[in-house]
């Protein structure tokens, strides 16, 4: 049968050890809201890039691609597209006819090595697309749609995700270090008093002549002095 006491069972812990345990879930805790409100700030502002990154190649592509266009120049259009698609920052570009017919795409497969695979599929990225209005001469010719790649977002994501681990990794192993260090040195009179009241109880009445520097424990030392002085 389980006990009613909510910490039954951790009769035998260690002050150190809770102390310990309390910390590190604390730090777990601020871990966790630190990461998913850095990550999401660093997706919006990601995802606000790469928007602006479409729409501002859509724009100039489509005024360099104008002469080409009205003079009927494909092979130049190809070649303006590609060395413009062949950076690797573009998912997609195509360019269509007024009439919806595909005149020219390029595209290239979302593979991203530098980052875990779990990763992508945990933060979702939407691929925003720009859209220019291509001309020839007065009239319409087609339109031009440009889509980011959203690799180079993954891992800005990915090496902010990392760093903030680090960052809280370190700061943990610093404070419990700090911790243990001086929990170990607040809780060593225990010892003397523990030594104390086993002398007692052989009667022996010591008395402690340094008495621990913090209030509690100083305070539990006196009573001991007082009641080995009176025995």
Same mark, same amino acid.
Do not use: C
């Given at each position: 049968?389980?006990?009613?006491?909510?910490?039954?069972?951790?009769?035998?812990?260690?002050?150190?050890?809770? /102390? +310990? $345990?309390? !910390?590190?879930?604390?730090?777990?805790? %601020?871990?966790?809201?630190?990461? =998913?409100?850095?990550?999401?700030? *660093?997706?919006?502002?990601?995802?606000?890039?790469?928007?602006?990154h479409a729409q501002d190649t859509?724009?100039?592509?489509?005024?360099?691609?104008?002469?080409?266009?009205?003079?009927?120049?494909?092979?130049?259009?190809?070649?303006?597209?590609?060395?413009?698609?062949?950076?690797?920052?573009? /998912? +997609? $570009?195509? !360019?269509?006819?007024?009439?919806?017919? %595909?005149?020219?795409?390029?595209? =290239?497969?979302?593979?991203?090595? *530098?980052?875990?695979?779990?990763?992508?599929?945990?933060?979702?990225?939407?691929?925003?697309?720009?859209?220019?209005l291509l001309s020839a001469g007065?009239?319409?010719?087609?339109?031009?749609?440009?889509?980011?790649?959203?690799?180079?977002?993954?891992?800005?994501?990915?090496?902010?995700?990392?760093?903030? $681990?680090?960052?809280?990794?370190a700061s943990w192993a610093a404070?419990?270090?700090?911790?243990?260090?001086?929990?170990?040195?607040?809780?060593?009179?225990?010892?003397?008093?523990?030594?104390?009241?086993?002398?007692?109880?052989?009667?022996?009445?010591?008395?402690?002549?340094?008495?621990?520097?913090?209030?509690?424990?100083?305070?539990?030392?006196?009573?001991?002095?007082?009641?080995?002085?009176?025995?």
């Amino acid at each position: 049968r389980t006990s009613g006491n909510p910490f039954h069972g951790v009769g035998d812990m260690s002050l150190r050890r809770l /102390l +310990e $345990l309390i !910390i590190s879930a604390l730090f777990l805790i %601020v871990f966790a809201g630190t990461m =998913l409100i850095s990550v999401n700030n *660093t997706r919006a502002y990601l995802q606000e890039q790469m928007e602006s990154h479409a729409q501002d190649t859509a724009t100039s592509l489509a005024l360099s691609l104008t002469p080409a266009i009205e003079s009927g120049d494909w092979p130049t259009v190809n070649s303006m597209v590609d060395a413009i698609f062949d950076r690797g920052y573009y /998912l +997609e $570009l195509t !360019i269509v006819s007024v009439d919806g017919g %595909v005149l020219l795409t390029r595209s =290239l497969p979302v593979k991203i090595e *530098t980052v875990p695979r779990w990763f992508v599929n945990l933060i979702p990225l939407e691929t925003p697309k720009g859209e220019a209005l291509l001309s020839a001469g007065w009239k319409q010719a087609g339109r031009l749609t440009v889509k980011s790649h959203p690799g180079y977002a993954y891992g800005e994501l990915w090496r902010s995700a990392v760093g903030t $681990l680090g960052w809280f990794a370190a700061s943990w192993a610093a404070a419990m270090f700090i911790v243990i260090a001086v929990i170990r040195y607040a809780l060593a009179p225990l010892n003397k008093v523990e030594e104390q009241a086993l002398a007692i109880s052989a009667r022996e009445f010591p008395v402690l002549e340094k008495l621990p520097w913090t209030r509690e424990l100083r305070s539990v030392a006196t009573a001991m002095n007082s009641m080995s002085g009176k025995l």
